[in-house]
C-alpha cells in the first residue's frame, strides 16, 4: 500500500523526500503535517481526531468498525478478505461435525463470518503469516490474498470470498466539519483523483479534412467534446480528446478509416475535471 500512495502522491506533484528510516515527512504536503503509521492506527487516529485525512484500506474500516469518513476510493491493492482451507481436510472436517478452528488477524470480521456459518467454531488470532496455520493449528483462516498464489503455495484452496477491499482515503469526520481543513482534504483529493483519471486515459491528436470531419468526432469517444482548430491554409482541421486508454489497439484503426491522419498518442500526467 505504501508503495501505491507514495507513487500517486508523486504523481500528484507532492515531494515524499524522507530522512533514512524516518516516520516524519517534511514539507511533503503544503499545509499537512506528514507522519508513516500502519493503516489500522491511521483509522485510530482519525476516529480520535488525532489526525485529519489518512491513507487506509476499507477492511481494516470494516474490521475495526470506526467511525470514518471515506473521502476517494482510490481504487489501488484490490484485495478479497478470503477463508481459505486445504479442500480435502476442510470438507472432512464439515462432514464430521467436530469442532472447527480458524484463525485470523481480522477478529471483527471472523466472527460475523463465522456467525452466519452456524458451526462449533473457535477463534484464534493470528499475527501475520496466517497462511501457515492450516492444517496443523487450524482448520481454515480468513485473510487477505489479491492473486491468490500465496494461498496456493501452501495448499490452502478459497472456500468464501467475505469482502472486497482497496486503498482509500479517508478523514476524521471532525476535520470534515472544520471548514479549512475540510477544503485541504478536498483539494488533495481532487489532485489524487486528476493523477487516477490521467492514468485511465491517453490523449490523441489528429489531423482530419474538412470531409471526413464529423465521421472522426462520431466515432472518437471524447470525455466532453473534442478540441478542434483550424489548419494554416484552411486545410482541415487538428482534433485532439483525451481517450480512454483501453481499446486504443480499436480506437487508432478506427479513426484511420474514417479519415483521420498524422495521428499522435501522448500520455497524461493529470485530468481535473
Known amino acids: 500500500m505504501q508503495d501505491s500512495v507514495f507513487t500517486?502522491?508523486?504523481?500528484?506533484?507532492?515531494?515524499?523526500?524522507?530522512?533514512?528510516?524516518?516516520?516524519?515527512?517534511?514539507?511533503?504536503?503544503?499545509?499537512?503535517?506528514?507522519?508513516i503509521l500502519k493503516p489500522q492506527n491511521i483509522l485510530e487516529m482519525l476516529q480520535a481526531g488525532r489526525r485529519d485525512v489518512g491513507f487506509a484500506g476499507a477492511d481494516w474500516v470494516e474490521e475495526l468498525g470506526v467511525d470514518v469518513v471515506e473521502v476517494?476510493?482510490?481504487?489501488?491493492?484490490?484485495?478479497?478478505?478470503?477463508?481459505?482451507?486445504?479442500?480435502?481436510?476442510?470438507?472432512?472436517?464439515?462432514?464430521?461435525?467436530?469442532p472447527l478452528v480458524i484463525a485470523s488477524e481480522y477478529e471483527r470480521l471472523t466472527a460475523r463470518w463465522m456467525e452466519g456459518q452456524k458451526w462449533n467454531a473457535q477463534f484464534v488470532r493470528s499475527f501475520g503469516a496466517t497462511e501457515v496455520f492450516p492444517p496443523e493449528d487450524a482448520d481454515c483462516i480468513v485473510d487477505n490474498?489479491?492473486?491468490?498464489?500465496?494461498?496456493?503455495?501452501?495448499?490452502?484452496?478459497?472456500v468464501a470470498e467475505i469482502l472486497t477491499s482497496t486503498t482509500r482515503l479517508y478523514a476524521s469526520p471532525a476535520a470534515m466539519e472544520h471548514p479549512l481543513h475540510r477544503r485541504r482534504i478536498e483539494d488533495l483529493a481532487m489532485l489524487l483523483k486528476s493523477v487516477l483519471t490521467a492514468r485511465s486515459r491517453v490523449m490523441i491528436e489528429m489531423n482530419v479534412g474538412p470531409d471526413a470531419l464529423q465521421k472522426v468526432i462520431d466515432v472518437l469517444p471524447c470525455m466532453r467534446e473534442p478540441t478542434v482548430a483550424t489548419l494554416y491554409g484552411q486545410s482541415g482541421f487538428a482534433v485532439k480528446a483525451a481517450v480512454p486508454s483501453k481499446g486504443l489497439t480499436s480506437l487508432i484503426p478506427l479513426l484511420k478509416a474514417n479519415g483521420a491522419e498524422d495521428l499522435v498518442v501522448m500520455e497524461l500526467g493529470q485530468i481535473v475535471v
Open 145 to 158: 490474498t489479491a492473486t491468490g498464489s500465496t494461498l496456493r503455495a501452501n495448499g490452502l484452496t478459497v
Open 72 to 98: 476517494l476510493d482510490l481504487e489501488l491493492d484490490p484485495v478479497s478478505i478470503v477463508a481459505a482451507a486445504p479442500a480435502q481436510s476442510w470438507q472432512a472436517k464439515l462432514q464430521s461435525g467436530e
Open 8 to 35: 500517486l502522491l508523486g504523481d500528484a506533484g507532492f515531494d515524499l523526500a524522507a530522512g533514512q528510516r524516518s516516520y516524519r515527512l517534511q514539507n511533503a504536503l503544503p499545509g499537512f503535517e506528514v507522519k
